[in-house]
């Protein structure tokens, strides 16, 4: 988003409306933000209403162009309560959605669909928000035959192509018992299929990139493992190209967790490494090239040079982050053979996690990391 969408300038008339602020959620003093508007995944767009401090709009994954400026009228708004009508439920659910109230959003989402009338420019937008918001529910079910009935009036469009995509993860998520699950997964991969070959209509890359992947996760769920490595080759060559055709070293390392994420999955970890090489050159404050470097590395058994990489990136990072480069150095460790160093860093990593203040601290993430370090114990 930062390197395609928000650089367009078309944004730059957007700048006497809000008052912009990005937020580095991985740093200590950004802990008291992220504990009062908690981010589940990222990227994460609010529009916070100035008078309350509360969401009035949220945003999850990305966006085109002419989607993020919907989303900003939306947000305006939603802010202003100057809706009327279905726009007025629209706002309301907006709210509940931003706060993280997801069964007030998904009812209001649904109220908001039955009030509209037809043609509504808002239909695709409000069925992605109460798409993610029954998953948030964990309401498979209704989240698949959602975007079933939805997709037809969606076709060609970078929301028909989202919600087809999400309707066929949420009828994976369905119980292999459920008499439904066949044939919802069955029209659903149809309806992405679909989707990505209308994909040239104006989605992010991305968001293309998700699709691929959600393909692979049915073909593995059908136990089909050579369609599931065909779909993730077709994503790693379609974003060869993207990364091609970047015309900044920012946008072209956009691509880099996606493409590392593939080479991995299909046991071509080297692949990866002149494109991480070339990231840790064009960014030496970054962090992230050198971590991918050491994961990279790591599953080529090149001990020495992740650990490299590890120490280059150790030297840079802070916060959350800094946990999982701990983590994937004390796997490299134990690859290695040096027991004592792996449970040393896990034990450090754990203190660390212990250490985080509020809203960056999780319970999850501690509760595996002494698992893991009583695991390692054990095997003593």
Not at 116 to 127: D, F, I, L, M
Not at 180 to 200: C, F, G, I, P, W
Not at 262 to 273: M, N, S, V, W
């Amino acid at each position: 988003m930062r390197a395609f969408v928000l650089t367009d300038a078309s944004i730059e008339r957007r700048a006497g409306q809000f008052v912009w602020l990005a937020m580095d959620t991985e740093k200590a003093e950004n802990a008291a933000f992220k504990r009062k508007f908690p981010v589940e995944a990222l990227p994460t767009f609010l529009v916070l209403d100035p008078k309350t401090e509360t969401p009035a709009l949220r945003w999850v994954g990305s966006a085109t162009v002419p989607q993020l400026h919907k989303l900003l009228d939306d947000g305006r708004a939603a802010v202003r309560g100057t809706g009327r009508g279905v726009e007025q439920i629209l706002a309301r659910a907006d709210r509940f959605y931003g706060e993280g109230k997801y069964p007030d959003a998904v009812r209001g989402y649904r109220e908001a669909l039955a009030a509209a009338p037809k043609g509504w420019p808002r239909y695709g937008r409000t069925v992605e928000s109460l798409l993610y918001a029954l998953d948030r529910t964990d309401e498979q079910g209704p989240c698949a035959r959602l975007a079933r009935e939805a997709y037809p009036r969606l076709v060609g469009t970078p929301s028909g192509a989202n919600v087809a995509a999400s309707g066929l993860s949420c009828a994976l998520g369905l119980k292999k018992e459920d008499p439904a699950r066949a044939s919802l997964v069955a029209a659903m991969r149809e309806d992405t299929l679909q989707a990505l070959k209308n994909a040239a209509a104006g989605l992010p890359a991305d968001d293309i990139s998700a699709i691929y992947q959600t393909l692979a996760d049915e073909r593995e769920n059908a136990g089909d493992e050579a369609g599931k490595t065909r779909y993730l080759e077709e994503d790693a060559r379609f974003l060869d190209r993207e990364a091609a055709r970047a015309t900044t070293p920012e946008q072209r390392a956009v691509f880099d967790s996606h493409r590392l994420g593939l080479a991995l999955a299909l046991g071509r970890p080297e692949q990866a490494i002149p494109m991480l090489e070339q990231s840790e050159r064009d960014f030496p404050d970054d962090y992230n090239p050198p971590a991918r470097l050491a994961t990279a590395y790591k599953a080529m058994k090149r001990w020495d040079d992740a650990l490299a990489a590890s120490d280059r990136a150790l030297a840079k990072a802070y916060g959350p982050r800094k946990l999982l480069i701990l983590q994937t150095r004390a796997d490299i460790l134990a690859g290695k053979g040096d027991t004592e160093g792996a449970r040393a860093t896990l034990a450090e990593a754990l203190r660390m996690a212990e250490s985080l203040p509020e809203g960056q601290r999780s319970e999850r993430t501690i509760a595996a990391l002494r698992k893991k370090l009583e695991t390692s114990a054990a095997k003593e």
